[in-house]
């Protein structure tokens, strides 16, 4: 590992290991064709019409089909009951031409997403965040993992970084993100502290961390002095700054490259890696199938 702050990180590029991810998938998707007739089908949900969810659906789309698989948006009405959304997901479950199904999150106030999520048969929740996926990570014996963890997970993993009897902290403790992620680093052996609003002197934690995963959602909010010489940065926030020319994560990008060994950049880091995950988990789905 690299040492010291003469040093500039190397870049841990999403953008370019996501493309390479989604050539195997369409590898993996022309032998599934060939070989046993079976087209990997991806059906993702959408209710309302939340102008990021909308734009985040169409990009799932577009990649499944440019990997060779089939997707259906299916675009419900943001008034659509608990029950009409239950309905859609209960007729996907039983059509076994779709081996992938997922609900944009997050859907509109008055729906229960939870609920909802549970009722997504276990072998086609490619988005791995119902109940049964999440327990089954907590046990050890997830199929899927929520897409963004794995993406981080598989992005160290193909780096060759060493997750095992590492010091990893991460920041954030949400359902789709920072819980999950810290469960994927557990089970990989490393040594895992979790963070969130209440943690007392967390560039005191921050600083105890070889792997560092920032899931928190505020602009450059851990400092770049609060990362040891050398350690890896993974940085999955994703905040709009008004006059800033791109999206900005949630770590002083310039300081933390000159102290970290990698690093996310932000855009082209963790958030390409996300739906390349969805697609592979979807191909797992209909290799499982087929
Ligand atoms: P979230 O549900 O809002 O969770 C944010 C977490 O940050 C919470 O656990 C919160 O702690 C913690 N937090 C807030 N303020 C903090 C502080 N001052 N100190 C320490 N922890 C603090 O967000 P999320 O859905 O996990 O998303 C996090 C970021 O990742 C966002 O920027 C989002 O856009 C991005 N994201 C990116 C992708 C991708 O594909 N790249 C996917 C999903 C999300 P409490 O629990 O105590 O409130």
Same mark, same amino acid.
């Given at each position: ?24 998938? !369409?590898?993996?998707?022309?032998k599934?064709?060939?070989?046993k007739?079976?087209? /990997? ?9 939340? /102008?990021?969810?909308?734009t985040?659906?169409?990009? +799932? ?27 859609v ?6 059509d ?34 119902? !109940? ?6 907590v ?7 929520s ?29 789709i993100?920072?819980?999950p992620?810290?469960? !994927?680093?557990?089970e990989?052996? !490393? ?11 967390? /560039? ?13 959602? +505020? ?9 040891k ?5 993974v ?9 800033a ?26 958030? /390409? ?18």
């Amino acid at each position: 590992m690299l040492k010291g702050t003469a040093l500039e990180a190397k870049i841990l590029d999403g953008g370019a290991l996501a493309k390479q991810i989604r050539g195997e998938l !369409a590898e993996r998707v022309e032998k599934l064709k060939v070989e046993k007739g079976v087209t /990997p089908r991806l059906s993702v949900i959408l209710v309302g019409e939340d /102008p990021a969810s909308v734009t985040y659906t169409r990009m +799932k789309k577009k990649a499944c089909e440019a990997t060779g698989m089939i997707s259906d948006l299916i675009e419900l009405p943001a008034s659509s009951t608990q029950d009409e959304v239950k309905g859609v997901i209960a007729k996907l479950n039983a059509d076994t031409s779709v081996h992938g199904i997922m609900v944009q999150h997050p859907v509109p106030s008055h729906l229960d997403e939870l609920d909802i999520l549970a009722t997504v048969a276990v072998e086609k929740d490619v988005d791995g965040i119902s !109940a049964l996926s999440l327990g089954r990570l907590v046990l050890g014996t997830a199929d899927f993992v929520s897409c963004t963890p794995l993406g981080i997970i598989t992005l160290l993993e193909r780096y060759g970084i060493e997750i095992k009897g590492k010091e990893a902290v991460v920041v954030g403790r949400s359902i789709i993100l920072g819980k999950p992620v810290a469960l !994927a680093l557990l089970e990989r052996h !490393a040594t895992v502290t979790i963070c969130h609003s209440r943690t007392q002197d967390l /560039p005191e934690v921050v600083r105890r961390a070889d792997i560092l995963v920032a899931a928190i959602g +505020k602009p450059e909010f851990i400092k770049g002095d609060w990362i040891k010489d050398g350690a890896v940065v993974v940085d999955a926030g994703y905040n709009k700054v008004e006059g800033a020319s791109h999206d900005v994560g949630d770590v002083e990008y310039d300081a933390a490259a000159k102290r970290a060994s990698y690093i996310t950049p932000v855009p082209g880091g963790v958030g /390409p890696m996300t739906i390349a995950m969805l697609l592979s988990q979807t191909v797992k789905a209909a290799e499982k199938y087929a």
